[in-house]
């Protein structure tokens, strides 16, 4: 069973440095720990780290993340070993994401090491930046294929990729052919995949979607109601208000008189 790690991933992390390690220089072994800081490590070589009792295999393209204060093993199968890293505070005390310490990026290794080494230009230049690019890094962690977070079963990543098609497309026309074509599965297996993880059918999802981001801009816009529906991909008003009345229970009117009040 993979070794897990818990983060608080509502507020921004706080870097207290970040770069590029080069280690096994002074022998392949290295032990230490940083008292006060998480570290996060994505490689390019291959080796063991190892912690609480636990050893990861090492390999490029690995990332591991390890909390504060604990004493980790490197052990290093090469005289000369590099590292993208970054040492850290999670000021956030809100709902925790588990992730596992070690994981493969797989084919987010690309990305993630740009992202990586934008926060290790802005270190020194840009706090804040470099805060927002590790807080991308981290969060894109959480959708990496074998990630755990705090729903019973992780999310199959074509449900993933499904969600994101609908939230980009929800403007435009929609049909479950399209949908599972931008997921690569079969309508059957993504009509699982729906009613398994969320309740819904794939049609009862957007729909549902459609009319959360209309509450949203109901309540928080002055825009035209008619706009708002074609904002949604529901350009009938006559079907816009009725879909209302079924998913938020008032008239669109209504719904936003009530926001108001």
Excluded at 19 to 48: D, N
Excluded at 84 to 94: C, E, I, N, T, W
């Amino acid at each position: 069973m993979w070794q897990q790690v818990e983060l608080a991933l509502d507020l921004p992390p706080q870097v207290a440095n970040a770069g590029v390690g080069v280690h096994g220089a002074a022998g392949p072994h290295e032990v230490f720990r940083l008292p006060r800081l998480w570290q996060l490590h994505l490689y390019s070589y291959s080796g063991t780290l190892e912690f609480g009792g636990v050893a990861h295999p090492i390999r490029p393209g690995h990332l591991s993340l390890v909390p504060p204060d604990t004493e980790v093993h490197f052990h290093y199968d090469a005289p000369r070993c590099e590292h993208l890293y970054a040492h850290f505070r999670l000021p956030g005390s809100g709902e925790r994401r588990r992730l596992p310490a070690m994981q493969d990026t797989g084919a987010d290794a690309a990305v993630l090491s740009g992202l990586l080494r934008q926060t290790v230009a802005a270190s020194t230049q840009s706090p804040s930046r470099a805060s927002a690019e590790l807080w991308t890094v981290l969060w894109r962690t959480t959708t990496l294929t074998g990630s755990a977070d705090n729903s019973p079963s992780p999310r199959h990543p074509a449900l993933r990729t499904a969600m994101a098609h609908i939230e980009e497309h929800l403007a435009g026309p929609l049909t479950i052919p399209a949908v599972a074509r931008a997921a690569g599965v079969s309508h059957t297996h993504l009509t699982r995949l729906f009613r398994e993880d969320t309740g819904y059918t794939v049609v009862g999802y957007i729909r549902h979607r459609r009319m959360e981001r209309a509450r949203h801009l109901l309540n928080a816009s002055t825009l035209a109601i008619p706009a708002i529906a074609a904002a949604v991909g529901i350009a009938d008003l006559q079907a816009f208000n009725k879909t209302c009345r079924k998913e938020l229970g008032a008239s669109p009117r209504a719904v936003r008189q009530a926001a108001s009040g």
